[in-house]
């Protein structure tokens, strides 16, 4: 594969700058789109040629130089970066998942996982994805339509979307509970030392370069993937993420002793009042969770085990929020 910026041919485009999204890359709705495929058909797809044709397109690309620390979030970006190293690695990014990262972490892969196969011993647990409002509906059916978004009944103002999965998967679309993310979150806050050979490396991970933002659509600030940002006047670290049917928040405070994660199955791709509510909530219950726990974290080391089990615990209601309005 060779991957060329066609507004600057020339230009040389690094690992780095794709994780630090200062590549040059921008979306392509009309190509975004199309990687939304129902159940785990994704599977059926190649990630090579995926991030290949996506990136053939001129209107895939920003006019701005790689490396020029103008950052743009991408997510084909990022699926450049796991297809850099199947390669490395020799294998799989979904297989270098599973034996490097969530084994090594007792994470067990019917517990997490890209496919829905992963969890045939327990569907029950697997959160149903829906989108308030049912004006949206043609709006859903002609932008995703091999998904089959159909209202829940007919005098429901509810969508349901059926379980999907994207053909760009290592950016997205890793499926496991709070629970299972906890271990992994807890692994960050102790500097990934079940991960890494050099514990250096996550202060890697967290410093940021100098940077702008393309044409000022973000306050995020990037480090390795992981990026900064201010909520309720606290600068914290981590990862948001949202597709349809589907929200959710990952944040440690600036001293990496707290973690706060959020999971649920509210609606937030849409412009309209209910997804700027959704959005909202989420970074309210963020920070108050923040502004009820730090306190205690400051006052003990011993407090910061409990205090981010505690929190896992009481935030995976809202997997079930949205569907109780």
Not at 211 to 224: A, F, P
Not at 239 to 253: D, Q
């Amino acid at each position: 594969m060779k991957i060329i910026h066609p507004y600057y041919p020339n230009a040389i485009i690094t690992t780095r700058h794709l994780l630090t999204h200062t590549a040059g890359i921008g979306v392509n709705l009309a190509e975004e789109y199309k990687l939304y495929l129902p159940g785990d058909d994704f599977t059926k797809t190649n990630l090579g040629d995926i991030i290949e044709k996506y990136l053939s397109y001129n209107n895939s690309w920003l006019p701005v130089s790689p490396g020029h620390n103008i950052t743009s979030y991408s997510n084909i970006g990022a699926s450049l970066a796991a297809f850099i190293v199947e390669r490395v690695a020799n294998m799989s990014f979904e297989e270098y998942v599973q034996e490097k990262i969530l084994k090594v972490l007792g994470i067990d892969k019917k517990d997490a996982g890209y496919r829905l196969s992963n969890f045939q011993d327990k569907k029950e647990y697997l959160v149903g994805h829906y989108v308030y409002n049912a004006s949206w509906l043609q709006t859903f059916q002609h932008m995703v339509p091999q998904l089959n978004v159909s209202r829940v009944d007919n005098s429901s103002d509810w969508l349901y979307v059926p379980f999907y999965g994207i053909s760009r998967y290592p950016a997205g679309y890793l499926r496991m509970s709070a629970y299972s993310l906890s271990l992994f979150f807890q692994s960050f806050l102790n500097n990934f030392t079940q991960l890494l050979h050099n514990l250096s490396s996550v202060e890697e991970i967290i410093h940021v370069a100098p940077q702008t933002s393309y044409l000022n659509m973000s306050d995020s600030k990037y480090g390795l993937m992981w990026y900064w940002k201010v909520i309720g006047g606290r600068r914290l670290i981590g990862h948001e993420g949202s597709v349809p049917g589907i929200t959710t928040i990952m944040m440690a405070n600036e001293k990496r002793n707290l973690g706060v994660i959020i999971l649920t199955n509210g609606d937030t791709v849409r412009s309209d009042s209910q997804s700027d509510e959704v959005q909202n909530t989420i970074i309210n219950i963020t920070k108050d969770l923040f502004d009820c726990f730090e306190n205690l974290t400051n006052k003990s080391s011993a407090y910061r085990s409990y205090n981010f089990f505690l929190i896992y615990g009481i935030i995976s209601i809202l997997y079930f929020l949205y569907l109780m309005f």
